[in-house]
């Protein structure tokens, strides 16, 4: 197997005790040097405490160690659940000796309960002897909850002749949507970068990959994105030419587990790529691919594998934006269904249903009022996430 | 059994062939004298023919008939379409000998779909024939799509000595969220009134029912409410003592309806009324409530029976108001489940428990911010539902 750790970081991912299963649900990372880092969190209002916690903590741009657990999201606990948060950041700190403000936290799981915090602090010298330069597959499977495979992404990339990495791991699989779009994503790389350098390049990267997907339209309150660079590679990024290469390296990644995350989202059987195009702004043509993406009647009839296309105008029609509907083509695939507002008859949804029936497509709303277009991902809305969503807690 | 019918109106309920399951699929309302007519319309920008049709024909604020079909939208239809609508509008003012534009027409069911026209031309005169004082549970049932019961809710009041009544018809059940939250719903009266009267009081009563629930979220691109009113019991609503008291009852039946079709919603197993109050403003509190009303994940746990606040205080978080989640306090039926943002512990949870395990319910999230309040009914999110909609068009 390919090897997907990034140099000068070691990971781990053990079972603490937090999750009934008996499955890894505490996770740590350690950078062997200083880092930057760059983070972007929730933008709901509720926010957990280890998220709180890390806006203070990241603000300084630099960062050493991160500890993780999944099982419980340590959020709606009020200041104790503050307190637990900045005591599993101690445990950590002291294990590893580093200063407790290099020590970042985060949490996901169910929301509102206490967080066991004697399980985790039993459970810390373990996850630190654990350690390694291979853990990283461990670690993804630490931080799971919903998610049924641990999900690694990792390429390289070269800069001045030096090979560079950049290995990223995401957990989902609900409670997803743009702004943020993701529960916990945290991106190590080797090389070097100022954090207003670092914090750029996510947020562009983040942009078209995590903050352009949706599972469900609910907005977690612990989504929390980490990109630590710690210059083992011996190469600095500080230029457009190497912001660009390196850029395009960390879009891939990004990218990478942004799809993954929406395949392996909560019951999903579909990845849809939602392009719509010839709106007359980008902000418009955001607000249809995310209303369309988020219609649980869309969504139901891909699972269903109907190419429903009557459902697609009727979203796009209620998403608050100014279209005619006599305008509008739809594809699937790259077979036309709808050619101006109209369906283009039963061969056509013939061969879209065919399209329907493939793990993976795109599909095309093409509203032909102007030349702004926008793309996002998204799932289809199973039985299989009734399921879990209704039973999560039992 | 109570009798449900409006005096002076007759209606029938016919099987004509649209439905592939062989069910009353045509349904005729027709008023024995002129009636004035007050109508709202989707606000969804993709519009069905017969919507566009009747926005035309309600302007003079007078009609005598309805004719509606189900199993076909006769929406996406283009020219065709229109025509269609047209000509079916046209076959019932022949058969009733009555101005065409008199008629109006709605349509629900499949979008996209040519309207088979000449099933609706064979069957109009059968229809016309089977008009009766007693229709109305048939002809509730002919404009049935994925409901489950046909649904009439029928009141009566005085006015100046004499009876009136108030007898109102909806169907649902999918695609239904405020702003019209209904796809069809018609209501007649016996008391006579201006147009703008009529107009005036059926936006208040829906502004408090059919505008204020949801199911999916989904808007159709069909939603028709009518309230016609032909003057057969004698007495005419003007001044403010005769609206407050005919608005009491439009009210009660508009609820009645609204209520009704929630519980009958597609896979619904629960009817909850999500009241938010302490907030700043309405709009916000409206806000709000339509976030939660709409989040999957707390749909599901509804359908779980889980009492997961969490989510709860995550879709709060995320609706776009500025709440401080420390001042919110969470309310299953009279059980504080949440205070002050923070759980109440195991044993408010057992009693909340036991309130989600009933058919019907209120949800009070209070802000402790303000004094606006605003009430939202929802229902939960089945497996069922997902079956439905996966399977609707096979």
Known sequence: MKKMDCPGFLTAGIASGLKKSGKRDLGLIYSTAPTTVAAMFTRNLVKAAPV??????????????????????NCCTGDQGMQDAIHMGRLAAEGLEVDEEDVLVASTGVIGEPLPLEKIESATPELIATL?????????????????????VSRSGELSGKTFTVSGVIKGAG???PDMATMLCFVMTDIAARPDTLKSMLKSAADRSLNRMTVDGDTSTNDTVLLMANGHAGVEVNGAEEIRKFQTVLDEVLMGLAKWLIQDAEGATKLVEIVVKGAESKPQAHK???????????????????????????AVGRAGVPVDPETIDIFFGSIQMVKRGIGCGKKAEAEATAVLKQDEFTLTVDLNQGSASETVLTCDFSIDYVRINAD???
């Open 288 to 314: 249809i691919a995310d209303t369309l993406a988020n219609s649980p009647l869309f969504k139901t009839a891909l699972f269903g594998e109907d190419a429903n296309w009557g459902r697609i105008l009727a």
């Open 52 to 73: 709180l916690l890390d806006q203070q903590r990241t603000a300084n741009g630099s960062c050493r160690a991160v500890i993780v657990n999944s099982g419980n999201a």
């Open 392 to 394: 999560y807690r039992t």
């Open 175 to 177: 409670m997803i949507r």
């Open 132 to 152: 390694s330069a291979d853990g990283l597959s461990g670690f993804a499977e630490a931080i799971m909850t919903t998610d049924t495979v641990p999900k690694v």
